[in-house]
């Protein structure tokens, strides 16, 4: 059973930074790509970012691009989300998810954690 379970979700300011982590148990982490995906109350579930099984390349929404950075550690299992210059927009619930490949798109994954809230005040 492949468990995700995601941290480092919190309240910020505009401006400041945060970096979730994505701590995958259960599965072979190193062959599968990884992506983070937000919801805001009301809104559908948003792509963020996503990096293949090697790190090797990395997508982003347009509207995290430039401010947020996907990276992966394979001998610990981890997908990390750098998050920079944080607007009051970027909050939500962040999802990690993993699967058979490096996706845009929600229903590509098939391993999803349960989520970190992140919220960020003007």
């Known amino acids: 059973q492949v468990q995700l379970v995601e941290s480092g979700g919190g309240l910020a300011q505009a401006g400041d930074s945060l970096r979730l982590s994505c701590l995958v148990s259960?599965?072979?982490?190193?062959?599968?790509?990884a992506g983070w995906f937000r919801q805001a109350p009301g809104q559908e579930r948003e792509f963020v970012a996503a990096?293949?099984?090697?790190?090797?390349?990395?997508y982003y929404g347009d509207s995290v691009k430039g401010r947020f950075t996907i990276s992966r550690d394979n001998a610990k299992n981890t997908v990390f989300l750098q998050m920079n210059s944080l607007k009051p927009e970027d909050t939500g619930v962040y999802y990690c998810?993993?699967?058979?490949?490096?996706?845009?798109?929600?229903?590509?994954?098939?391993?999803w954690g349960q989520g970190t809230q992140v919220t960020v005040s003007s």
């Open positions: 998810a993993v699967g058979q490949w490096v996706a845009v798109r929600a229903n590509e994954y098939e391993y």
């Open positions: 259960g599965g072979s982490f190193s062959i599968y790509g």
């Open positions: 990096i293949s099984y090697h790190g090797g390349s990395t």
